[in-house]
């Protein structure tokens, strides 16, 4: 089976747009795949974290993952930090990464605007997502748009790394879902929907309970007009609404258009409002069993022994061809 890596920060609430973009995917790639998802707890101190509130997230990230239907006993669900392979590999990384390379990425270039002082961490976290994605030598990865240059940085270290010291990595290739892969604000669809979005009415957060749902999706701004239509040039707003719907209804975007021609866009906001709870509601019920169960521990915990046992073994193909002695 084909290797597919992926994580999401424990950085404030997961929102819709992590679950539609990423989390309903790895749901369907365990399928046919060998999956290592994370929560990539070493990425969220790029930037400064509470303890208490960093520990509170990567415990309901993990939660999540397995409330949405990811099987641990089908992927390995853990901490990026349990694994050392990561920390030790992303170093390693960051030797074959050149300044100019991480002078480019548009991440940091967002992130660090207006401020008088950042870590050097969040200038170098391109080089250990490389090696997250590398210590395992995964096939392939899910990544939204913003994401993209990572990867594309990512396809370039393990063909540096092969051209110098001899061919070993896979090249990652990116999956892309159809329909998803970006879902943006409620009040600007120009913008991603975010978790560290100040306004609490941008995003729908996947612990948001049902009335707090339909309240938010009532107030998402909508284009002038009333007919329900995608067009994302024309008509942003209520294309993401439709983007939305089609998600978490199952139904085309042709049939999500058909079955509110000529209705306007309260009947069709009142109804997405109903699907969005209906997928949301027994995620809930399941993530509040899973924490009140204890068995989160243990989940992460065979989850690292899995991925550290993959993971070790590249690390140490990696140190052998730059010429580290065996330890």
Not at 101 to 123: H, P
Not at 167 to 180: H, L, M, N, R
Not at 226 to 234: I, L, Q
Not at 270 to 279: F, G, H, P, W
Request: aromatic fraction near 8%.
């Amino acid at each position: 089976m084909k290797k597919v890596l992926s994580g999401i920060q424990p950085s404030g609430q997961l929102t819709l747009g992590n679950y539609i973009g990423a989390i309903k995917n790895f749901v369907s790639l365990q399928e046919t795949h060998e999956c290592f998802f994370m929560v990539v707890d070493l990425h969220a101190i790029t930037v400064p974290q509470d303890p208490a509130a960093l520990r509170e997230q990567s415990q309901s990230v993990a939660a999540l993952y397995l409330a949405a239907g990811i099987d641990p006993k089908r992927s390995a669900v853990y901490m990026q930090s349990h694994v050392r392979a990561h920390a030790e590999l992303g170093w390693l990384m960051t030797t074959l990464t050149s300044m100019g390379e991480l002078e480019r990425m548009t991440q940091f270039k967002d992130k660090a605007a207006g401020k008088d002082s950042v870590g050097a961490g969040l200038f170098v976290y391109p080089s250990l997502m490389a090696a997250d994605i590398l210590a395992y030598n995964a096939d392939l990865v899910p990544v939204g748009d913003d994401q993209k240059q990572h990867l594309e940085l990512t396809r370039d270290l393990a063909g540096r790394f092969n051209s110098r010291y001899g061919d070993f990595f896979t090249v990652p290739q990116p999956y892309f879902p159809e329909i998803g892969a970006r879902i943006m604000s409620l009040d600007d669809a120009s913008k991603k929907m975010s978790k560290s979005n100040p306004n609490a009415g941008s995003y729908i957060a996947l612990l948001d309970p049902p009335d707090v749902i339909r309240k938010k999706i009532s107030r998402a701004t909508t284009d002038s007009g009333r007919e329900v239509k995608y067009d994302p040039a024309g008509k942003p707003e209520v294309s993401n609404l439709m983007g939305i719907y089609a998600q978490m209804s199952g139904l085309s975007l042709q049939e999500v258009e058909a079955k509110y021609e000529g209705q306007g866009y309260g009947s069709f906001k009142k109804e997405l409002a109903e699907q969005v709870v209906a997928q949301l509601e027994p995620m809930q019920q399941r993530y509040h069993e899973i924490r009140s169960s204890g068995m989160l521990e243990e989940v992460l915990r065979e989850g690292a022994a899995k991925a550290s046992e993959t993971a070790e073994l590249v690390v140490e193909g990696v140190r052998e061809r730059m010429g580290f002695l065996k330890r």
